[in-house]
């Protein structure tokens, strides 16, 4: 079982880049440890920033430093940097187009104890609304590394919300990885689930389970949630029965709302968005709050199952 945290990844990948490129810079708003990127300020002090608690300094800092020609990742809990800076996000970065990585650490229902306060379920819909800014949730350690240097490479905003605990390994250390295009895990027939970010270990054992009993089901990895992959959508829509996307996020405006944006226009099938509830979510580790919400492979596989059984789909 995977122990190594994709926020880990984030700052190993950072803190190996910034050896020779010394235009890198973090930015954190009192998060350095949340963030695990304390390795990064104690190896490169002068790359460093701490704002402190006062997330809209955080987005505005860094786009200012971003202006003077420097690669900024900023990082914060998901639930405040997607909220509480949204303004700053939306003019400083996405408008003025500054070269800023917004890293959303603990996203999701990874402080489940601590309740809806600190839950970021509408991050995805928040930001993804936003003209050029994109959004990424990677799922494993891999895929973490390869999307963190890929955006090292280029100068657009952008978005990567990742999980607080480790994630099981989905790939290999060698993946083969493009920015911007969905990862096709499996194609299927019967039904295809798509999802991300940390979901998709589940949707794997889901995928495997109802492959054993001899269902068709393909799987896709949309880590890249916009610019989404609209060919890989409609490619497995045009194959199967049935779509079900599971997303840790709000029923309204995240993955599941895109993709029934796309099938509708292009493709008209079934489609099913499993997502948390509308509402204010129980307290609980993040494995138990998907299980009670069905998102965990159990309740992924129910879902598939019920959308197969209730004969709307040909």
């Known amino acids: 079982m995977n122990q190594i945290t994709n926020r880990q990844v ?27 990127l304390a390795p990064f300020a104690e190896q490169y002090p002068n790359q460093f920033v701490e704002v402190g608690i006062a997330e809209q300094n955080l987005v505005s800092v860094s786009a200012g430093l971003a202006s003077c020609k420097k690669k900024v990742f900023a990082a914060s809990p998901a639930s405040f940097l997607s909220t509480r800076s949204y303004e700053q996000v939306k003019v400083d970065v996405a408008y003025s187009k500054t070269n800023v990585t917004l890293i959303g650490i603990s996203g999701g229902v990874s ?25 990424y949730f990677p799922c494993d350690r891999f895929q973490t590394r390869k999307l963190i240097e890929a955006l ?14 480790a994630t099981e390994d989905v790939y290999e250390e060698d993946m083969d ?6 990862n096709v895990i499996k194609e299927g027939t019967d039904a295809v689930i798509i ?25 896709i990895d949309m880590y890249c949630i916009k610019p989404i992959d609209e060919k890989a959508v409609v490619d497995a829509a045009e194959k199967a029965d049935l779509i079900v996307t599971a997303e840790e996020h709000s029923p309204y405006g995240g993955l599941g709302s895109m993709v029934a944006q796309i099938v509708s226009a292009n493709c008209p099938k079934k489609v099913i968005n499993l997502a948390l509830p509308d509402g204010h979510l129980i307290a609980g ?5 998907f299980k009670y919400y069905g998102l965990d492979d159990e309740g992924i596989k129910k879902t598939v199952l019920d959308g197969l ?5 040909k």
């Open 10 to 36: 984030i700052c190993d990948t950072l803190t190996e880049a910034a050896k020779e490129d010394k235009d890198i810079v973090v930015v954190c708003s009192d998060s350095r440890g949340s963030a695990s």
């Open 285 to 289: 580790t993040n494995h138990e709050i």
């Open 195 to 219: 999802t991300c970010g940390e979901l998709l270990p589940y949707a794997v054992k889901a995928a495997k389970q109802l492959e054993k009993e001899g269902y068709r089901i393909g799987l």
């Open 111 to 135: 402080y489940g104890a601590l309740g809806m306060t600190h839950h970021s379920c509408q991050d995805i819909a928040a930001m993804a609304s936003l003209p050029d800014m994109r959004v």
């Open 177 to 182: 990885f493009k920015l911007d295009r969905a």
């Open 309 to 313: 059984g209730q004969g709307l789909v």
């Open 152 to 165: 090292l490479e280029d100068e657009k905003p952008a978005y990567v919300r990742v999980s607080r605990s």
